[in-house]
C-alpha cells in the first residue's frame, strides 16, 4: 500500500493508491493515504499563511507616492483574498480529517455511494460523487 513518500513537497505531489483485486473500500491504508495527503496540503497552506503574514509585517511602508501606497494596498489586498479561500480550504481539510476519524469519508454525502479513490485525489475535500456534483453544478447553472 503506497503512503505519500513526498512529505514536505507541493500537497498534490504523491505516489497514487495502487489498488490490489478484492481490496476493500477506505481500508485502513486508504485512508491513511488520504490523510497523509489532507496533512501534507494543510501544512503547505499553514505555510504561506505564515509567510504573507511576514511579508506584510516586512514589506508595509508608508509611501509618499499615493501611486507606490495604491500599489501595495491592492497588492496586499489580493494576497488577503487568497488567504481567506485558503482559510475556508483548511476548514474544508479539517472536516474531510474529521470525516476520516469517523468512517464516513470517501462516501457521497448525498447518495452514500462511493466518491472514488481517483477523484479523492484529484480533490481530497470532495463530498460528493461525480454524479451528484454534476447535478449540483446543472441546478446552481440553472438558479444563477
Known amino acids: 500500500m503506497t503512503e505519500n513518500s513526498n512529505a514536505g513537497a507541493s500537497p498534490f505531489s ?3 493508491y495502487q489498488e490490489t483485486e478484492g481490496e ?12 497523509n495527503i489532507l ?11 505564515d509567510r504573507t503574514v511576514s511579508h506584510m509585517q516586512s514589506d508595509a511602508a508608508n509611501f509618499p ?11 496586499f489586498s489580493l494576497e488577503l483574498r487568497t488567504r481567506d479561500r485558503e482559510r475556508k480550504l483548511i476548514k474544508k481539510i479539517d472536516d474531510a480529517m474529521k470525516e476520516i476519524e469517523s468512517g464516513d ?8 455511494i462511493e ?20 447535478l449540483d453544478e446543472i441546478r446552481e447553472k440553472q438558479m444563477g
Open 105 to 112: 469519508y470517501g462516501y457521497c454525502e448525498s447518495c452514500g
Open 14 to 16: 504523491f505516489t497514487p
Open 65 to 75: 507616492d499615493p501611486n507606490d501606497r495604491a500599489t501595495q494596498e491592492s497588492e
Open 115 to 134: 466518491i472514488g479513490i481517483r477523484r479523492l485525489e484529484a480533490r481530497p475535500t470532495a463530498t460528493l460523487c461525480i454524479d451528484c456534483k454534476t
Open 39 to 49: 496533512k501534507n496540503w494543510k501544512k503547505e497552506l499553514m505555510n504561506e499563511v
Open 24 to 35: 476493500e473500500y477506505m481500508n485502513e491504508a486508504q485512508l491513511k493515504h488520504f490523510e
